[in-house]
């Protein structure tokens, strides 16, 4: 069975950084896409990122191009997640997610499997 665990969180300053991690377990990895979203008190689910395990190629939405880089270890069935420059709208709970299917989506449904998150909390 598929695991994902995340860790990284905390509280920050504004303009501070961030790397949070995503420890994946389970399964060979390489035909999926992982993926990062945040949910802020609410507010629906939102992705940030996504990458695909074996070429290491990643996705972005608009909103967070230029601060947000995901990276993977494949040797430490490891994910990454650094922000950069970090403001109080990044204040959301972050969970790791998996698509077995490879493709590159924001579609929340697509990703089969979650982790149980981590908090960000960006003080001003």
């Known amino acids: 069975q598929v695991q994902l665990v995340e860790s990284g969180g905390g509280l920050v300053q504004a303009g501070g950084s961030l790397r949070l991690s995503c420890a994946a377990s389970?399964?060979?990895?390489?035909?999926?896409?992982m993926g990062w979203f945040r949910q802020a008190p609410g507010k629906e689910h939102e992705f940030v990122a996504a990458?695909?395990?074996?070429?290491?190629?990643?996705y972005y939405p608009d909103s967070v191009k230029g601060r947000f880089t995901i990276s993977r270890d494949n040797a430490k069935n490891t994910m990454y997640l650094q922000i950069n420059r970090l403001k109080p709208e990044d204040t959301a709970i972050y969970y790791c997610?998996?698509?077995?299917?490879?493709?590159?989506?924001?579609?929340?449904?697509?990703?089969?499997?979650w982790g149980q998150g981590t908090q960000v909390t960006v003080s001003s």
């Open positions: 997610a998996a698509n077995p299917r490879g493709a590159f989506t924001q579609h929340r449904p697509s990703y089969d499997y």
């Open positions: 990458v695909r395990w074996s070429s290491g190629s990643s």
């Open positions: 389970g399964r060979t990895f390489n035909n999926y896409t």
